[in-house]
């Protein structure tokens, strides 16, 4: 026996009994279950008859063995029997009922936990393939800006024009494409012209120009990208249209020929109540027509998002909803949720008769798209100069998209009052209510040449 002093319980494996079957204490292997012992014959030592199954109140106490002078002993008795005396292989004792079993293995356990990890690692590996998919099936963000012109030659497959598309920068990826194509049952497209693809596209938008067809042969195509100044948007209707001139086209928005439900009669000025869009017209189109054709867009448009309800949604005119879709146009970064933040900015100032500062509204009454503002161009004053003047610029300052006008009459909820560009690529702005804590994004981003 090992001394207590140089016991390891470290090194002692676990012992594991398990109930001995009945029969096993006479030192002969373990009786069968009682169904098959009662179904075959069990030899028995000569002079003995062979095993009886008894009730437990009939059983007679363990008669002494022949030729034994022991008394028979009790469990009790057994239990205290001295160590160096070998135990009677034929009596049953307490410790006679179990068996040593072998400890269980940890093998079980490592496959288990080897199995968890794997299913595991699988799972991230699934979930980031299918968030890498969503992206290029839908980029975040809103597209960007139309491409010119994409010509689907005749006899392209899908393939092809998967290719294509993501050459052109509609799409991120002509692969995933084909197959979300193939999920979709979509297709096949027709061979022509198509005009109305966005980079940054997500596959039903790409999908959704496809399905609408190529532009006529015949036809002409005038695009108008959102933001644009009135001014410029004549100049790109006479380049796509030569029979038109600027003159021709400004003289019939003078002439009165043009009508909208939008302009008040007192504004002389139709800037901001034309739809930035894309159009198709005939050749032989004459100036009202398409003009009018942009002007009844805008009413559409404007009717669907509850422009003819203003004053009731907003406490503005339609007009001034207009004005402020404008601004909110020129003003924009590239998050989305940007529209509806300087929407709050312009309400709130409004709201507290504050001037806007809108630099984009000063360069307009200066007759200049784009630039920095010196301290002579901010002392001038013009009406649309919103770093002196309160309010709003007396007339819109651009042509505002769908978009911009639907943050118009239902801004953001927040209480921001200041905003600064922070970054140019992409373009966007920090917003606050606190005028320290706007001054200094404004001082860091100088500070990182963003303006």
Do not use: C
């Not at 239990?79 to 410790?95: E, F, L, S, V, Y």
């Not at 969503?134 to 899908?158: F, K």
């Not at 991120?172 to 049952?185: L, N």
């Not at 027709?190 to 532009?215: K, N, Q």
């Amino acid at each position: 026996m090992t001394p207590p002093d140089e016991f390891d319980h470290l090194d002692v494996q676990p012992v594991v009994r398990q109930r001995r079957r009945q029969g096993a204490a006479d030192g002969g292997a373990p009786v069968e279950d009682a169904s098959r012992a009662a179904n075959r014959q069990v030899p028995t030592e000569p002079g003995r008859a062979g095993p009886q199954r008894q009730r437990p109140q009939d059983q007679e106490p363990q008669r002494q063995r022949p030729g034994s002078q022991e008394p028979q002993r009790s469990r009790a008795q057994n239990a205290q029997r001295p160590q160096g005396r070998r135990p009677d292989p034929r009596r049953a004792t307490a410790d006679d009922d179990y068996v040593v079993l072998p400890p269980p293995t940890s093998g079980a356990r490592r496959l288990f936990a080897v199995g968890g990890a794997a299913v595991m690692v699988l799972a991230i590996l699934i979930g980031g393939l299918l968030l890498w998919a969503s992206r290029q099936v839908d980029p975040s963000g809103e597209p960007g800006e139309l491409v010119a012109s994409v010509v689907v030659p005749s006899g392209s497959s899908t393939e092809a024009i998967a290719e294509l598309l993501a050459q052109e920068g509609v799409i991120s990826d002509a692969r995933m494409f084909r197959y979300y194509v193939g999920w979709k049952g979509a297709g096949p497209w027709d061979a022509g012209e198509y005009v109305d693809f966005r980079t940054d596209s997500s596959f039903d938008e790409a999908i959704e120009v496809l399905d609408s067809g190529p532009v006529q042969a015949q036809a002409r195509v005038i695009r108008i990208i959102e933001g644009r100044r009135l001014s410029d948007a004549l100049v790109q209707i006479s380049e796509q249209l030569p029979a038109l001139t600027v003159e021709v086209l400004q003289d019939t928005l003078d002439s009165g020929a043009v009508t909208s439900a939008y302009k008040p009669p007192e504004v002389a000025s139709w800037e901001g109540l034309l739809f930035p869009d894309t159009y198709e017209f005939d050749e032989a189109v004459t100036a009202q027509e398409v003009l009018q054709a942009m002007a009844t867009k805008m009413e559409d448009v404007l009717d669907g998002l509850g422009y003819d309800k203003a004053e009731t949604l907003q406490g503005r005119t339609a007009y001034e909803l207009v004005t402020i879709a404008s601004l909110i146009e020129k003003e924009t970064g590239a998050p989305a949720e940007e529209r509806g933040m300087i929407s709050r900015v312009i309400s709130n100032r409004l709201d507290d008769d504050e001037t806007l500062g809108i630099d984009a509204s000063v360069l307009y009454g200066l007759g200049r798209d784009a630039g920095e503002l010196t301290r002579s161009d901010l002392d001038t004053e013009t009406p649309y100069n919103t770093r002196i003047i309160t309010g709003l610029p007396p007339t819109p300052i651009a042509l505002p998209g769908e978009a911009s006008l639907a943050a118009a009459i239902e801004p953001s909820d927040g209480d921001w009052r200041y905003y600064v560009l922070v970054s140019n690529d992409p373009p966007q702005h920090f917003f606050t209510d606190d005028y320290d804590e706007f001054l200094e994004a404004k001082s860091d981003a100088q500070a990182d040449g963003v303006f």
